[in-house]
């Protein structure tokens, strides 16, 4: 395999130094993996001879706050991903707990001693750029790499028991490194075997795993490959529940197929995590408030129960707070319908007012996604470009309660009036008005408005503020809802 060397003179002067005082070091690991593979590495470590406190003693200006033996070396680099280089000392590790962590760490004097601890043979390989750039591989990774291989080290069995995360690494590295790529049938074995185990890694780890690997070209796979080693039930275990559940007349999969295919979508679109999140997630309601079964089933409400599961889905894998309420609401309003000749410019109006400005682009990138994972050949259809147009037509009409030309200090002092829900009943009556007629949002024509409203009692401002939020339904209710009960939804 011609391999393309290019060894960032950073790495190059942290090794050499190494080796003139006297130890081994090697470049090691993914980066080697990469270079193999000719790609550009995103990160480089090297391996040596020398203990933490020797590596300290000859680079100052380093780092060691581990029990591992791997001390920060700092550089002046201006590339980020150079500026601090990690460098090991040879170890062996043993006596794991739970699956994820060595207790204790045994610092060892050979390089391919430390190689028999690496987790996939595509990992366990080094280079000695001091000796005509020779590869250390013991364990065959190049000839795997050559195959498309991602095989566990030794025994896979043990690999995995000393940290389970490593299951779903070998499903991200199969994803990750290109298509054709296959696990190996003993570490797919050990996977099924040993999935079990997986509850043992805390969520941030396995949510960033997870991340990873549907962030990756092949993500939709991977997906699929967690349901089939048995991965994704210590995951996302409502998926699981849309698997051979049959839909409709309107779709030709199942919901589990469906829900991989919308994702397949956002992925090759290069769209972001929210929406790739959103895409695989917007349908996972269905199974829970499916009707009937065969052409005329209905999944009525699914919108609302998936938003409810799927922000408990990403609290409890413990995605930020933005990202469990951002991909949330798009889930909850991703099942919208719109009739060019039916829905008045105030409905989309008020679509807008539900939904944001700011996330009608996203919104409709799901609805691309359920489009295709539907297996219709249109991923927008005349229907979506006429919405597009008119929200480009109304998103400067007022609507939101910022956008009334009255707020609620002016009126508390023209109404004289306290803050009360009275006031709030108030404002909502005026801002349903304007979304009705943007040319009322003047603030004079707003105030009488108010004062109208202000000589009726409380029960009947609040029956008309309760009334108009009706109106604001349009595109749930009245025309939208009976196409929702035409497509079973």
């Known amino acids: 395999m011609q391999i393309n060397i290019i060894i960032p003179s950073e790495v190059q002067e942290i090794v050499q130094t190494l080796q003139k005082r006297g130890f081994l070091a090697y470049v090691v690991g993914g980066c080697v993996r990469d270079m193999v593979l000719g790609l550009d590495p995103k990160d480089w470590d090297i391996t040596t001879s020398a203990t933490p406190e020797q590596i300290q003693e000859i680079f100052p200006e380093s780092v060691y706050e581990n029990k591992f033996g791997t001390v920060g070396v700092k550089t002046e680099s201006s590339?980020?991903?150079?500026?601090?280089?990690?460098?090991?000392?040879?170890?062996?590790?043993s006596d794991y707990t739970n699956s994820r962590h060595p207790e204790t760490v045994t610092f060892v004097t050979t390089v391919e001693e430390d190689l028999s601890r690496r987790d996939f043979t595509i990992n366990a390989m080094a280079m000695d750029i001091k000796n005509h750039f020779e590869m250390i591989d013991p364990y065959g990774g190049q000839q795997d790499l050559e195959k498309k291989i991602v095989r566990a080290v030794g025994d896979a069995q043990e690999r995995f028991s000393e940290d389970a995360l490593r299951m779903l690494r070998a499903i991200r590295f199969s994803c990750q490194l290109g298509i054709g790529w296959v696990i190996e049938k003993d570490t797919q074995d050990a996977?099924?075997?040993?999935?079990?185990?997986?509850?043992?890694?805390?969520?941030?780890?396995?949510?960033?795993?997870?991340?990873?690997?549907?962030?990756?070209?092949?993500?939709?796979?991977?997906?699929?490959?967690?349901?089939?080693?048995?991965?994704?039930?210590?995951?996302?275990?409502?998926?699981?529940?849309?698997?051979?559940?049959?839909?409709?007349?309107?779709?030709?999969?199942?919901?589990?197929?469906?829900?991989?295919?919308?994702?397949?979508?956002?992925?090759?679109?290069?769209?972001s995590l929210e929406i790739r999140l959103g895409s695989l997630l917007h349908d996972v309601g269905k199974p829970r408030t499916k009707g009937g079964d065969g052409p005329e089933s209905t999944f009525y409400?699914?919108?609302?129960?998936?938003?409810?599961?799927?922000?408990?889905?990403?609290?409890?894998?413990?995605?930020?707070?933005?990202?469990?309420?951002?991909?949330?609401?798009?889930?909850?309003?991703?099942?919208?319908?719109?009739?060019?000749?039916?829905?008045?410019?105030?409905?989309?109006?008020?679509?807008?007012?539900?939904?944001?400005?700011?996330?009608?682009?996203?919104?409709?990138?799901?609805?691309?996604?359920?489009?295709?994972?539907?297996?219709?050949?249109?991923?927008?259809?005349?229907?979506?470009?006429?919405?597009?147009?008119?929200?480009?037509?109304v998103r400067r009409d007022p609507?939101?309660?910022?956008?009334?030309?009255?707020?609620?200090?002016?009126?508390?002092?023209?109404?004289?009036?306290?803050?009360?829900?009275?006031?709030?009943?108030?404002?909502?009556?005026?801002?349903?008005?304007?979304?009705?007629?943007?040319?009322?949002?003047?603030t004079d024509v707003l105030i009488e408005r108010a004062k109208e409203l202000h000589t009726l009692s409380d029960e009947e401002i609040k029956r008309l503020f309760i009334k108009s939020k009706e109106r604001a339904q349009e595109c749930e209710a009245g025309i939208e809802g009976e196409m929702k009960k035409k497509h079973k939804v």
Do not use: C
Request: cysteine-free; charged content about 25%; aromatic content about 8%.
């Open 191 to 271: 996977i099924q075997k040993l999935a079990p185990s997986l509850k043992n890694i805390s969520q941030e780890r396995t949510r960033d795993e997870f991340t990873k690997i549907i962030m990756t070209p092949q993500g939709a796979w991977g997906v699929e490959l967690l349901r089939r080693y048995g991965l994704l039930e210590y995951i996302i275990p409502e998926l699981l529940e849309g698997v051979d559940v049959g839909q409709n007349k309107h779709h030709i999969y199942t919901v589990w197929e469906h829900n991989v295919r919308a994702l397949a979508y956002a992925i090759d679109k290069n769209y």
């Open 301 to 393: 409400k699914h919108e609302y129960v998936g938003a409810h599961m799927t922000r408990g889905i990403l609290e409890r894998l413990r995605f930020s707070k933005h990202i469990v309420s951002y991909v949330t609401h798009l889930v909850r309003n991703h099942l919208f319908y719109y009739n060019v000749d039916e829905v008045s410019e105030a409905g989309v109006r008020r679509f807008i007012s539900r939904v944001g400005i700011e996330n009608i682009d996203d919104l409709i990138k799901i609805r691309e996604a359920d489009r295709i994972g539907s297996g219709v050949p249109k991923a927008v259809p005349y229907k979506l470009r006429h919405l597009l147009f008119m929200v480009d037509k």
């Open 399 to 442: 609507i939101s309660p910022k956008m009334l030309a009255v707020n609620g200090s002016q009126l508390m002092d023209a109404l004289q009036l306290k803050p009360s829900p009275r006031l709030g009943w108030i404002l909502g009556i005026l801002l349903e008005d304007i979304l009705d007629d943007p040319k009322r949002n003047v």
């Open 79 to 93: 590339d980020e991903k150079l500026k601090i280089i990690e460098v090991t000392t040879f170890r062996t590790e």
